[in-house]
């Protein structure tokens, strides 16, 4: 290669474990170390993640399964129709929230300190 | 040089006492404030580079882009080479040439585009001036490309956290935009390395 000289190859290498490093800093959310569980609006639990457990939550439509596991949280049953909430999956990072709207059921995931106060559609 | 294609330079010699009897004499003109300004061999050269610059950012802004901010800079290609063989002023002038006539081109004068343009040229302008200084037989224009690509980012992403979006939710955007400065950077790099060579200074072809 004429065209790169050993400095320009070394840049390269240097700037590309930059790009990575940052990303990986950058986008790696806070670890999550509690689950909120809202129902109708209002808090129904704080849970740990560290105890794995499965939480029945009563919503609007019928009840909702939250399975805790390995620091992760999920829906995993839902009476919505459309079971978005459920097919999200896993939730492992602070931040992290899925929604069952018609059954009005919440998880969200907290780190130690939250990083914003609410969401908005 | 063929001089007398730009207008400018026409009028100039218009007004020389030699080719035109009928005009007073450039130094006995009756208003003192009217100057004339004589464009010299390397100002046509900046404005022809700087033509060309310009030429690559329309073409750039044709070309759709995924995300607003991730463009190639196909102008900076231009820089690059300027730097090289002109030196650091020729191409900062070029460089902010491009910025203002292509804002003026493309009518987003004076608008947050331009400013952030002009923050992106301001700062790889800083940075490849201590960049030149990086010993030429290990670094070459690659080198420059990048560390300017970099420079030019963190330029507009700084005026855009503390002008535009005075909010932390804009770091997430950095990692995206820095692996788009790494890859335009090489590629640009590359392509002024390729262009810098074929036309080095002992080809008669490229003499100025």
Known sequence: MQHLKVGDILLIICAAIGVVFLSLKIWTGAAAERAIIRSGGKIFQEVSLAKDQQISVPGHLGISIIRIEAHRARISSDPSPRQYCVRQGWLQQAGEIALCLPNQVSVELVGRDKKYDSLNY | MQDSRFAIRDSTTQLHPEQSDALPPASSLPNPSFRILHPDAQDHHVARMAAVALGLTLIENA?????????????????????????????????????????????????????????????????????????????????????????????????????LIPHDGIAYLIPIFAAAALVFGIVNGLIAARLLLRFAPDNPATKN
């Open chain 2, 63 to 163: 070309i759709p882009s995924p995300l607003p901010g991730v463009k190639p800079g196909l102008a900076n290609i231009v820089t690059l080479i300027v730097l090289q063989r002109f030196g650091w002023r020729v191409a900062a002038w070029v460089s902010l040439l491009r910025v203002v006539a292509g804002s003026l081109l493309f009518g987003n004068f004076l608008t947050p585009g331009f400013f952030l343009g002009l923050a992106g040229a301001l700062s790889s302008l800083a940075v490849l001036a201590i960049a030149q200084h990086l010993p030429k037989r290990a670094f070459g224009a690659v080198s420059h490309s990048i560390l300017a690509a970099f420079a030019h980012i963190a330029g507009q992403l700084g005026l855009v956290y503390v002008w």
